[in-house]
């Protein structure tokens, strides 16, 4: 037993052992160092030929997805007198899955060059600045219409002898 084993409880290897092993190691693999190197070089371009393709289709799926969205968004060119909607995101007031955020209707007094939109109530004199995207037409009626309410009549019980 060797002093460095008695003192650490495992065994030393030099790095002349390591080395020899490392030989010994290639001859019984057969492994010739030329063949190793070209064979990672292949690998590394397969991988930038990978990378590529996965870019290219990752760019063809965000077209796609850009395409289908640009289709589905609505062209809103307001004029002044349109009646619109306004989306409140922030209404708090009556937690309710069901409650419309559509408040109005409102009329347009005046665009923005930008996407502002200056709209007032209709009932009322006062104005405010409101982006146009959380603005829709309003598709109402003009005039209010009377509702005729009818009631059912039960059928007649039949008794049962």
Same mark, same amino acid.
């Given at each position: 037993m060797s002093p460095y084993?008695?003192?650490? $409880?495992? %065994?030393?290897?030099?790095? *002349?052992?390591? !080395?020899h092993r490392? $030989? $010994?190691a290639l001859r019984q693999l057969n492994l010739d160092s030329e063949a190793a190197g070209t064979s990672r070089v292949i690998e590394l371009h397969e991988l930038d030929e990978f990378r590529y393709h996965a870019f290219e289709r990752t760019r063809l799926y965000k077209? *796609? /997805?850009n395409m289908i969205h640009g289709r589905n968004i609505i062209e809103? +060119?307001?004029?002044?007198?349109?009646? #619109?909607?306004?989306? +409140?995101?922030?209404?708090?007031?009556?937690?309710?899955?069901?409650?419309?955020?559509w408040s109005g209707p409102f009329r347009v007094v005046e665009i923005q060059p930008t996407v502002a939109v !200056? /709209? %007032?109530?209709? +009932?009322?004199?006062?104005t405010f600045k409101v982006n146009g995207h959380r603005l829709k037409y309003y598709v109402g009626?003009? !005039?209010a219409k009377? #509702? %005729? #309410?009818?009631?059912? *009549?039960e059928p007649p019980q039949l008794s049962v002898l």
């Amino acid at each position: 037993m060797s002093p460095y084993k008695l003192v650490f $409880w495992k %065994a030393c290897h030099l790095p *002349i052992e390591l !080395e020899h092993r490392a $030989w $010994w190691a290639l001859r019984q693999l057969n492994l010739d160092s030329e063949a190793a190197g070209t064979s990672r070089v292949i690998e590394l371009h397969e991988l930038d030929e990978f990378r590529y393709h996965a870019f290219e289709r990752t760019r063809l799926y965000k077209d *796609i /997805i850009n395409m289908i969205h640009g289709r589905n968004i609505i062209e809103r +060119n307001f004029k002044h007198g349109d009646t #619109v909607l306004l989306y +409140n995101s922030r209404l708090r007031l009556f937690p309710c899955k069901l409650k419309s955020r559509w408040s109005g209707p409102f009329r347009v007094v005046e665009i923005q060059p930008t996407v502002a939109v !200056e /709209i %007032a109530a209709s +009932n009322d004199s006062r104005t405010f600045k409101v982006n146009g995207h959380r603005l829709k037409y309003y598709v109402g009626m003009e !005039e209010a219409k009377e #509702v %005729a #309410v009818t009631h059912l *009549i039960e059928p007649p019980q039949l008794s049962v002898l």
